[in-house]
């Protein structure tokens, strides 16, 4: 060691000042890093930085600025030095340069004052804040950092959003000597602690939907899901009720049994009722696919991959998170859901491609292609919903076919509608949350390859091309009246593999679109907030 030391100095005396300069901030920045195994379980800050621009270079946010001139100067330094450029995602972990904050993570947030993209229909300040209080707030949960302040950059929301997803992980059935310290969040810097509450708020019912389709299908059965949902949602003020067997017969949701009975584990359906307003007005009406694993029954899916399909519980997952935040919220709405929470598993008790159902309202499906058993399940519970609740907005949700992941990956959710301002408020939110929806065509052409049979009213898979189109055209045959609008998560609601999202971790359920359905029924319940 000595050596090379002797070496170095001889090596300095030859080369120019700036080169010194460089070999002083290597000394100080491994330093740095060598300090931090000493501050493992302290408290961290995450700062944004702003790139540069033109002749202007990387400048810090107002919070850090406030770090900044507490530091005399050190962090603007730091920056120059190790020439974070604020390009959005890319910073630095700085330890032991502050007395309260044992780690200092400075991230770029892009851009300043970017706002909304209209050919991205996306609000890009907000996602870019997202990304950077993700980023910066995971850097930190690698460090063990037990607490972490997150810098607003101007939209508190988003950063409390970013920061929660980030650094969530379903580590239940890990040992708790391996699993991951899950740090305390706090909003830095700034009076806005509703925005910050309410974007807790969103991410931990995302984070809540991750975890119920995250778990394993012998954890999370629909007994384990209604179970969930007693336990989450009864404390709320919610009402849930537990719908087993006999009642299910006894109601005649023929299409749900006509998948449940192929598994051994007993079917539920689970009623959820939020009254947050006059109880004479009409509800909005959720509808769940809650396919606890989805093997494909008869039409037995290929055993790679196959273990992905525990997700299938999304659609209900999403909707019980949904009411929960919701709730959390107090959102002067009133919201129904109707969860169908079964399995689809081969067995001598399967329902057989080809066989018919008669559905509550008199018409008859044909199963054609278990593998779709999505439309299926939430059938009959659906005209249930309808006919019981008398809604003025119907949504379902649910993995129901590849082809929407075919043709947009990851990138949004597909969604159907007939009506036009359901769209676009669906539209809106998704641009807000960063969640982003669009919308698929539910023509007359689609409908006649369902309906049109000699033996029978609608087929589940239709003829032809196009599944997910198909799909949708056979709830909407299910809808008569109602404004309605479907949404198939295949694939943005499973693992997420294409297209990381920086703030949702790779190889794990995504919980999308909850946040989304959560904007969407405040824009609903509070319009004038949202009137731009």
């Known amino acids: 060691m000595s050596s090379r030391l002797l070496m170095a ?21 491994l330093a740095s890093i060598a300090c931090a195994d000493a501050h493992k379980g302290g408290k961290g800050l995450v700062l944004g930085l702003y790139e540069k621009e033109a002749e202007k270079g990387p400048r810090l946010t107002p919070a850090g600025e406030k770090i900044d001139d507490r530091l005399n100067g050190k962090l603007n330094e730091l920056i120059c030095e190790t020439k974070i450029s604020g390009r959005l995602g890319r910073g630095k972990v700085f330890n032991n340069i502050d007395e309260e904050f044992q780690s200092v993570c400075v991230v770029g947030v892009g851009i300043e004052g970017i706002g909304f993209n209209e050919l991205e229909m ?20 690698e460090v063990e950092c037990i607490e972490v302040h997150v810098d607003s950059m101007d939209y508190p929301e988003q950063a409390a959003e970013g920061a929660s997803l980030a650094i969530w992980r379903f580590e239940e059935n ?20 509703d925005s910050w509450t309410r974007g807790l708020f969103k991410a931990e019912a995302q984070n809540i939907s991750r975890r119920i389709s995250e778990a394993p299908a012998n954890c999370m059965t629909p007994t384990a899901v ?11 003020g919610i009402t849930v009720e537990v719908r087993t067997m006999e009642w299910i017969e006894q109601q005649r949701l023929h299409s749900f049994l006509m998948v449940a009975k192929g598994s051994c584990e007993p079917p539920v359906v689970l009623e959820l009722a939020y009254c947050g307003t006059s109880p004479e007005d009409k509800p909005i009406l959720l509808v769940g696919q809650g396919l606890t694993f989805n093997s494909g029954g008869i039409n037995l899916r290929p055993c790679k991959g196959m273990a992905e399909f525990r997700g299938d519980v999304n659609g209900a997952a999403s909707i019980l998170a949904a009411m929960r935040a919701a709730a959390a919220l107090s959102l002067p709405i009133n919201i129904t859901a109707v969860l169908p929470l079964c399995e689809n598993m081969p067995s001598g008790m399967a329902v057989k491609p080809g066989d018919v159902v008669t559905l509550l309202n008199a018409k008859t499906m044909a199963i054609r292609n278990m593998d779709r058993a999505g439309v299926v399940v939430i059938a009959d519970p659906m005209i249930y919903g309808q006919q019981t609740y008398k809604p003025r907005l119907v949504v379902d949700i649910g993995s129901m076919c590849k082809g929407i992941k075919k043709a947009v990956g990851g990138g949004a959710t597909g969604i159907w509608s007939n009506s036009h301002y359901v769209w676009k408020q669906f539209q809106k939110a998704g641009s807000l949350t960063g ?6 065509p539910l023509w007359d052409f689609y409908k006649r390859r369902v309906a049109n049979h000699r033996s029978f009213d609608l087929s589940n898979d239709g003829d032809g091309l196009a599944s997910s189109c198909l799909a949708a055209a056979v709830l909407h045959e299910l809808v ?13 609601g499973l693992m997420s593999t294409y297209g990381l999202i920086p703030y949702l971790r790779a190889g794990q359920m995504t919980g999308r679109p909850t946040r989304t359905l959560v904007q969407f029924l405040y824009q609903l319940a509070c319009p004038g907030e949202f009137s731009s």
Do not use: Y
């Open 9 to 29: 100095r001889s090596v300095v005396k030859s080369v120019s000042h700036d080169l010194i300069g460089r070999l002083v901030l290597n000394q100080r920045h």
């Open 122 to 141: 996306l609000d890009e300040g907000m996602e870019n804040v997202r990304v950077a209080a993700g980023v910066g707030a995971r850097a930190l949960q």
């Open 174 to 193: 890990l040992s708790k000597k391996l699993r991951s310290i899950q740090p305390k969040l706090e909003l830095f810097d700034s009076p806005d602690t």
């Open 226 to 236: 209604a179970q969930v949902g007693v336990d989450m949602l009864c404390p709320c």
């Open 435 to 440: 969640d982003r929806l669009w919308r698929f």
């Open 480 to 492: 008569p009246c109602s404004d309605w609008a479907h949404l198939d998560t295949f694939g943005t």
